[in-house]
């Protein structure tokens, strides 16, 4: 990828990631700032003509378009000016959303191998986890896959060596310093220390995820599925 020639904003560069994309960038580090930039952000690019997708991310958005009906240069004057209004838009009012999960046992088989690697007992691995009030920075992954901040990093762990090839739907999980939830069952290399009941991806449903960018979680302990 290579740096844009054009359009310069305080708070946003441009980096021309393809023929046919381009990547605003917010921040180089996760921040609340940058999210709160991406959440203004992404619903007015998706309403451009010309642009095909786009992929928000902790503090960056891709920009996919169609090369035959807008240039990079048209893109990034129209997110120029998207971000100018938007910098004094008003947030859209979060939603919180309580997820009950029940932890270890059959639906959590890593939880004791995070309170080992932790210095914790599971228990307090549980206890931990469920303290914590959870932002939803971005979908990503698979449909609905909710990449969430605010874990506590006392309970940070590595992800698995070798990711296993069938994670079940519902599993909630901890990667690093980062939680999240499968939507659906797919291959995963994070550790999986409970699961849940909810349906976290419906394609019939209006909307089909469950969360938004922007939401805020709970996880509530629940003693079975």
Not at 184 to 191: K, V
């Amino acid at each position: 990828m290579s740096q844009s020639p054009g359009m310069r904003v305080p708070g946003m560069r441009t980096i021309v990631a393809s023929d046919r994309s381009l990547l605003l960038v917010f921040d180089d580090r996760i921040s609340l700032a940058a999210h709160r930039d991406v959440l203004r952000l992404t619903p007015l690019l998706r309403s451009v003509s010309g642009v095909t997708n786009v992929h928000p991310a902790y503090a960056s958005i891709l920009i996919d378009f169609d090369p035959l009906a807008i240039r990079h240069s048209g893109v990034e004057r129209t997110a120029a000016e998207l971000f100018a209004q938007a910098v004094a838009a008003p947030l859209p009012e979060p939603s919180l959303v309580e997820i009950p999960v029940a932890y270890g046992g059959e639906y959590g088989p890593d939880l004791e191998a995070v309170a080992a690697l932790t210095g914790h007992t599971p228990d307090e691995v549980v206890a931990i986890h469920s303290s914590a009030k959870y932002l939803v920075y971005f979908l990503g992954f698979s449909p609905g896959f909710p990449y969430l901040g605010g874990m506590p990093e006392s309970i940070a762990a590595p992800r698995l060596e070798t990711p296993r090839r069938r994670v079940p739907a519902g599993s909630v999980a901890i990667g690093g310093r980062q939680t999240g939830v499968y939507p659906m069952a797919s291959p995963g290399g994070w550790r999986i220390i409970g699961r849940t009941p909810l349906r976290l991806f419906e394609p019939g449903a209006d909307p089909p995820v469950l969360l938004q960018m922007g939401d805020h979680v709970r996880f509530v302990v629940k003693g079975s599925i």
